[in-house]
Antibody
Framework: QLQLQESGPGLVKPSETLSLTCTVS??????????WDWVRQPPGKGLEWIGT???????YYNPSLKSRVTISVDTSKDQFLLKLSSVTAADTAVYFC???????????????WGQGTLLTVSS | EIVLTQSPGTLSLSPGERATLSCRAS???????LAWYQQKPGQAPRLLIY???SRATGIPDRFRGSGSGTDFNLTISRLEPEDFAVYLC????????FGQGTKLEIK
């Protein structure tokens, strides 16, 4: 059974770069049909899509975050990574990784999710 | 950006009752590219419905999605205790956006 697990520092200082890793187990990140996603949820608020990557390296980003986001993939470790630069308190959120099978071009519903990891931006 | 507006914000019902949740898009969604998720406190969302009306694997048939264009509904025919949660809609017609959620609470 596919499992996704987020990992990261938990606490980041303002203006620094946030780095999170999602490790995929029970399946290969290189499965040709799959795309891999990052989504976040500020405390008590709704979900915000951050970006998507295919193992080939194709990426799609939320236009509102695009200037600060980089998503990459490490197929040798079945991991994909999120980097978000110049963080502020507004970036404090639970960060989820997820998977989808494309249904609308490269987009599709998210059928598997990690449990999420809380990342706090504070000095 | 496609904006999704969910209503009501909170729905108070009793087990056994029928729930109808609404999601309205600011633009027509191509081919009904709309999904519904259930989220419980401290958990990740769970996919319920995709393509506006197709149930995801393992989802009970009391969950039904309907609608097209800009107006979509999620109906839960007979509420079970485990159905009380937050429900979110998501469009994947043009990148992704989520609705703000409907909280389904026990009356």
């Amino acid at each position: 059974q596919l499992q996704l697990q987020e990992s990261g520092p938990g606490l980041v200082k303002p203006s620094e770069t946030l780095s999170l890793t999602c490790t995929v187990s029970g399946g290969s990140i290189s499965g040709s049909s799959y795309y891999w996603d990052w989504v976040r949820q500020p405390p008590g608020k709704g979900l915000e899509w951050i970006g998507t990557i295919h193992y080939s390296g194709s990426t799609y980003y939320n236009p509102s975050l695009k200037s600060r986001v980089t998503i990459s993939v490490d197929t040798s470790k079945d991991q994909f990574l999120l980097k978000l630069s110049s963080v502020t308190a507004a970036d404090t959120a639970v960060y989820f990784c997820a998977r989808h099978i494309p249904a609308a071009g490269a987009m599709g519903p998210f059928d598997s999710w990690g449990q999420g990891t809380l990342l706090t931006v504070s000095s | 950006e496609i904006v999704l507006t969910q209503s009501p914000g909170t729905l108070s019902l009793s087990p056994g009752e029928r729930a109808t949740l609404s999601c309205r898009a600011s633009q027509i969604l191509s081919s009904s590219y709309l999904a519904w998720y259930q989220q419980k406190p401290g958990q990740a969302p769970r996919l319920l419905i995709y393509g506006a009306s197709s149930r995801a694997t393992g989802i009970p048939d009391r969950f039904r999605g309907s609608g097209s264009g800009t107006d979509f509904n999620l109906t839960i025919s007979r509420l079970e205790p485990e159905d009380f949660a937050v429900y979110l809609c998501q469009q994947y017609s043009s990148l992704y956006t989520f609705g703000q959620g409907t909280k389904l609470e026990i009356k």
